[in-house]
């Protein structure tokens, strides 16, 4: 069995040397990837903002508004003298929210009349409008709370009773898996093994798909003995080393080099990452073996592929999607590949956290056992499409 094994990946070996598209798109894709997504998030959270302010008041209060809501990290103030310039700037994208001081603002709250704090945040830019609406929020409290410790303090309350009254309850934040809301780390964790699944799933099939495409599957046979099981080891034994190399990299990359959080195992990240492409290997064999198309077997792959990203959970919880999209989300690698990287990456969980998705992995590997026969005839009679 090695001989004919060994015969075939020499085979897929020459193939790649003639073909360089294997290179291009899977390498050449995954680092354009990483270097792009890792540079683009390189910052962690977007910064300097740019917010419109509008100061109809002018007053020391609002001055110091202003200031420093500038100061912030998140935010870079933008003075407008009217709120139709404002506007007219926000409909241009030029600022993702405009803040409105009213006449008498100061004046208003010394004599507790309540005066309206308007702003405006454009949630078309969902981050930008979110991380500025939090920003703005915060100073508002802040500017509130100032105000209100000069009353009290004019009153004479002491310092300890001070506090009470302006912060009844102490708050108690610990952010798990990412303490300093780094959306490199929030998002890069799941968009390159995400990438990395795409490639695996498309050049599977390409590779697979080719040798009808082209006429060469009696000539991959015979070099297999006969056996399609051989045929389908040889090659996938090239492609494994070859995703494997790329997928152990990239968790180095991120839990190594750049110190992204790992509470657990680097080597239970590595077992994830070497199930996953396992799993993502069969599917694309399965894939090819149900349509034993080359141009259609790639379609469906790329849409199962996006569905991936989607349904694997990690920007919309899927305990918050409908109850058959739930059910649909772990036909998918990258959901499972996702919730072993949460039990251990994020909660240190060990065996008993996330054996259950290694079998959910592993169980993907039995779905080629339903199409080997389908697929040696199809090499054998080669009576599918060519083009």
């Known amino acids: ?36 997504f890792l540079t683009f998030f390189k910052a962690g959270l977007p910064s300097k903002l740019p917010i419109g302010v509008v100061d109809y008041d002018r007053s020391s209060l609002s001055r110091n508004f202003t200031r420093q809501l500038d100061a912030t990290q998140l935010g870079e103030v933008v003075r407008f003298d009217d709120f139709r310039t404002a506007r007219e700037a926000m409909q241009r994208g030029e600022v993702t929210s405009v803040c409105v001081i009213p ?69 108690d934040v610990h952010r798990i898996g990412n303490p300093m809301t780094n959306y490199g780390v929030y998002l890069n964790n799941l968009l390159l093994p995400g990438l990395l699944q795409m490639i695996i799933i498309l050049v599977t099939i ?11 599957s009696r000539y991959l046979m015979e070099t297999a003995g006969g056996s399609i099981l051989h045929a389908v080891s040889g090659k996938l ?22 110190e992204y959080p790992l509470a657990g195992s680097i080597w239970n990240m590595f077992l994830d990452m070497f199930l996953m492409i396992l799993a993502c290997e069969s599917v694309a064999l399965t894939i090819v073996g149900l349509i ?51 039990q251990e990456a994020m909660f240190a969980s060990g065996f008993a956290g996330w054996y259950q998705e290694a079998i959910h992995l592993l169980l993907f590997l039995f779905l080629p056992v339903f199409i080997l026969k389908r697929l040696e005839n199809a090499y054998i009679n080669m009576d599918y499409p060519k083009k």
Request: hydrophobic fraction near 50%; charged fraction near 10%; include cysteine.
């Open 1 to 36: 069995m090695w001989k004919y094994v060994k015969a075939v990946a020499l085979r897929e070996l020459r193939i790649w040397a003639q073909r360089p598209i294997y290179f291009v798109g899977s390498l050449g894709v995954i680092l354009f990837g990483s270097i792009f």
């Open 206 to 216: 390409y590779a697979f798909g080719t040798e009808l495409k082209y006429s060469t």
């Open 292 to 342: 034993p198309v080359c141009r259609f077997a790639i379609s469906i792959g790329a849409l199962y592929s996006v569905l991936g990203f989607s349904l694997a959970g990690f920007t919309l919880p899927v305990e918050a999607m409908l109850p058959f999209l739930q059910g649909i989300s772990t036909i998918f690698p990258l959901r499972h590949y996702y919730l072993f990287y949460v």
């Open 237 to 258: 034994l090239v492609y494994t080393l070859y995703f494997t190399a790329i997928g152990l990299s990239m968790i180095l990359l991120l839990y190594s080099w750049l």
């Open 103 to 171: 006449d008498n603002f100061s004046a208003d709250i010394q004599a507790f009349r309540r005066p309206t704090f308007t702003f405006y945040v454009n949630g078309l830019y969902f981050v930008g409008g979110s991380l500025a609406y939090q920003d703005i929020l915060t100073m508002i409290n802040l500017t509130s709370g100032a105000v209100q410790k000069q009353v009290l303090t004019a009153k004479g309350v002491s310092e300890h009773d001070m506090m009470g009254r302006l912060r009844p309850v102490n708050i």
